[in-house]
């Protein structure tokens, strides 16, 4: 996926990161894709994503989610917009944006997502995504604390 690769989740932090990759990618001239990825199990086995065939309604639903928030982010920015393709799968989130950032010119992600431990300044698929990616990533800070 050659371009600016951005993860969604549906947290308030992947849409910023969705509004951040959107601007970026108007000045780059490149396209935007978005990535939604339905979390499944890993079999502890052989690494690889579980999944069951119930799982495609989900991957539906992330995708809708991600097309609305990138359809409220373009009507929000005005003027130019960047090529958006939006892609929803199921697998692991940090693996699978690791992978779609192999062919990427950047990869795009939120500080935290809508999981787990709110204090933490970096959640953990961002965390696996800056330590294992092959291209450059960004992290997009929440917003401030008061």
């Known amino acids: 996926m050659p371009g600016i690769v951005v993860g969604f ?14 601007r970026e990618a108007v000045l780059r001239r490149t396209p935007l894709t978005v990535l939604a990825v339905h979390p499944v199990a890993v079999s502890a086995w052989t ?11 989900d991957v539906d639903k ?4 991600a097309q609305e ?3 409220k982010v373009s009507s929000q920015l005005g003027g130019e917009r960047p090529a958006v393709t939006v892609r929803a ?13 192999e062919d990427a010119d950047l990869v795009v992600v939120g500080s935290r997502g809508s999981g ?6 970096l ?10 990616a092959r291209c ?5 800070p929440g917003p401030a604390r008061s």
């Open 9 to 22: 989740d549906g947290s308030a932090h992947s849409e910023r990161s969705i509004e951040w990759a959107m």
């Open 47 to 57: 690494r690889s994503a579980i999944t069951f065939p119930a799982d495609e309604g």
């Open 62 to 65: 992330a995708r809708a989610a």
């Open 69 to 71: 928030s990138v359809d």
């Open 89 to 101: 799968i199921s697998g692991v989130p940090a693996e699978e944006l690791i992978k779609a950032g």
């Open 116 to 121: 787990g431990f709110g204090r933490l300044l």
């Open 123 to 132: 959640g953990s698929v961002s965390s696996q995504v800056t330590h294992h």
């Open 136 to 140: 450059p990533v960004v992290v997009v």
